[in-house]
């Protein structure tokens, strides 16, 4: 039934007389354009939109995300989408906001009591943000190359999941209210000063491995990709969110290609308990929530508790919800949800362009650094492995260790 409404129309979106064949296709139709495009093209398909007279009445425009290649390029294509269409008929699309689970974040923090109380620097230690992806560039290289890692997934998909974990309780759950939340989280992110991209950031790009006992090729051997590319196809960065709520307490954000597992999570590990009564004579896991993004989508409480028997042993449990064994299923596809929403007109679950530039504005600092200082290393990493050395010691120096997912 679905196919039976397909419709396929060649045109050259680039310019209003390219088209015609679309406008005479449609015709006056309130009608939703969705640019899964080259970002460099957004500005000039909503003005080729306007003047065939296809951007009329109550239409919408949907664009993928990354809107932009650098801060200056995500300005200008705001700009342009904004000579063409109003905000309120603007959707940009983060798939992440449309997973069942990160949804559910808000839920778990603001639907409950007994987190909240907890979601400061008083009881946690710090947060971890890993996305993991088995796969390597594959066919996207046209696209890759030019962007990597950072731009890819770190300035859109990663930052939302770290302000959503972050964000103050939003006034109402009206989209305007949760976005103000979520931009005041990356406000507050501590500006990346020069020396401390070094520091604080690792890049890191494939070379051959071996992967579910398969050897694949590093990413330099991909087809397509530019000879001695540097482009990132993993990165792991310390961030920390300056306000009350968080003062001294570290977000580590790690993504890349070709690691072990396709597995996404977010990490709450909270403080240990004083040195007194069970922590004297061992040292005993910090308590941990883990918040299972994908796949096999629920969290996980680890707490301690005492292992039945005459001596008093302390270990660690696991409680534990899948959300497919208890709601009887499985969730909704991302764009599913997006999609419908569009239609339906709300915004809730699409990017602010407020947030958008302010997500370029910190990712550009990295950006520019990486730019101007050739001596800060592009590390490599077999397929396969967690991603490079270097990445583990980032995290390391601080007295900690990277949670595999
Ligand atoms: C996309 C990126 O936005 O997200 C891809 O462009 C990445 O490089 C993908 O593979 C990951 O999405 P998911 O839903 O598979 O985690």
């Given at each position: ?288 929530l883990a918040i299972r ?66 997500s370029w504005e910190y ?43």
């Open positions: 039934r679905f196919k039976a409404r397909l419709d396929y129309c060649k045109a050259d979106v680039t310019n209003g007389a390219g088209m015609k064949p679309l406008a005479e296709h449609i015709g006056q139709a309130s009608t939703i354009f969705f640019l899964a495009l080259s970002p460099s093209l957004y500005g000039a398909v909503c003005k080729a939109l306007d003047e065939s007279g296809l951007a009329c009445g109550d239409c919408r425009i949907v664009l993928e995300k990354p809107l932009g290649h650098d801060l200056e390029s995500s300005r200008a294509i705001n700009a342009e989408v904004a000579a063409v269409f109003e905000e309120k008929r603007v959707f940009r699309i983060d798939h992440y906001l449309g997973k069942e689970t990160v949804q559910n974040l808000i839920a778990l923090r603001f639907a409950n009591t007994f987190f909240e109380p907890l979601w400061n620097n008083l009881a946690i230690d710090h947060v971890q943000i890993t996305v993991a992806e088995t796969e390597g560039v594959g066919d996207r290289w046209p696209y890759y190359d030019e962007y990597g890692a950072l731009r890819d997934m770190v300035q859109n998909h990663m930052l939302q999941v770290l302000a959503l974990t972050g964000m103050e309780p939003p006034v109402s759950l009206a989209s305007d209210a949760v976005a103000d939340a979520k931009v005041n989280v990356i406000r507050s992110l501590r500006p990346l000063g020069p020396g401390d991209v070094r520091t604080h950031v690792v890049r890191g790009q494939y070379a051959a491995g071996a992967l579910d006992g398969h050897q694949v090729t590093g990413y330099l051997q991909e087809e397509g990709v530019r000879e001695n590319s540097r482009t990132e196809t993993f990165v792991a960065l310390k961030t920390m969110v300056d306000n009350w709520r968080w003062a001294g307490v570290p977000f580590y954000l790690r993504t890349g290609k070709r690691l072990p597992r396709r597995a996404s999570a977010i990490f709450v590990q909270f403080k240990r308990v004083p040195e007194i009564l069970f922590n004297r004579r061992v040292t005993l896991p910090p308590d941990m993004i994908q796949p096999d989508e629920g969290f996980s409480l680890e707490v301690l508790a005492k292992r039945p028997g005459l001596d008093l042993a302390i270990q660690p449990v696991r409680m534990d919800l899948h959300y497919a064994a208890e709601f009887n299923g499985q969730s909704p596809d991302a764009y599913e949800r997006l999609l419908l929403d569009v239609m339906a007109g709300d915004h809730t679950l699409f990017l602010g362009s407020r947030f958008v530039q302010r990712v550009q600092s990295i950006l520019d650094r990486w730019q101007d200082d050739a001596s800060i290393p592009l590390e490599t990493y077999p397929a396969g492995s967690w991603g490079p050395k270097a990445a583990d010691e980032l995290i390391r120096a601080d007295g900690r260790e990277w949670i595999q997912p």
